[in-house]
């Protein structure tokens, strides 16, 4: 096995084991995005029928489902996904996307997904440079592609996947990968408690729920990654994004005003932004305050 000093130090090799650790990761993501909320809905209406003491033989028995099990299959017939039937982005082009039973069509949102994993982690090396840390920061961005698509689709944000990012960012910080550990974990502290004082400072003056817990707790991930002082940033760039794309669905698709939008997609494309160009936005910000 090459070590990772050789790898580094050779541009095409990096990229080239970038590519493919990203793409099978983009797969991996596909399985998470599409089980982790079944697997909570589960959790959780298994916790509702314990308290409520429902009895054994009154109590749904779904099969249970992991990340693992039960094996992938088509959704239309249940023909088993095989192996080469699973190669990221090659495999659904060979079937030409559709499914080699049933010929059921396969959503292109599988190989989308695996490929934007690969793009947006070989921009994360190339910005970063070829560096432990960049590698580091790979994690990070493969958490927020995750944690993007799955707000979409359910307007959730998985405790399972903020919080060990945002515990990961802290000790990494404390080995300086990316900020110091005063930043990341002051980054932290605020990022939560920033959007946690809007939320509560919206439901004392109009009596809703302006956001989720979620989003909070993003937030505290994020600045345990990027430190404080880009904390400032990521709200900015989110909230004018944000704003635009809820304005325009009102506008142009009929998005009532009572139908929630995810919020933390633009969290997400607020931090990867700060990750990529964090010096350049960090010295405009300051410039701007005088500092």
Sequence with gaps: MLPLETI???PWLLYL?????????GSFLNVVILRLPKMMKQEWRCQCEEFLEVPEGDRKSDERITLSKPASTCPSCGHKIRAWENIPVISWLM????CSSCKTRISPRYPVIEALTAVFSVVTVYLLGPSDSALWALLMVWALVALTVIDFDTQLLPDGIT???MWLGLVLNYFGVLTDFSSAFWGAVAGYLSLWSVYWLFKLATGKEGMGHGDFKLLAALGAWLGWQLLPAVILLSSL???IVGI????????GREVPIPFG?????????SLWFGPEIQAIWFGYLGV
């Design 241 to 243: 994004v944000g704003a």
């Design 17 to 25: 084991v970038v590519i493919f650790v990203s793409l099978c990761v």
């Design 95 to 98: 079937l030409g996307g559709k």
């Design 248 to 255: 325009s669905l009102m506008a142009f698709r009929k998005h």
């Design 8 to 10: 580094l130090s050779t």
């Design 163 to 165: 919080l060990p990012l």
């Design 265 to 273: 997609p633009y969290l997400a494309a607020a931090g990867l932004l």
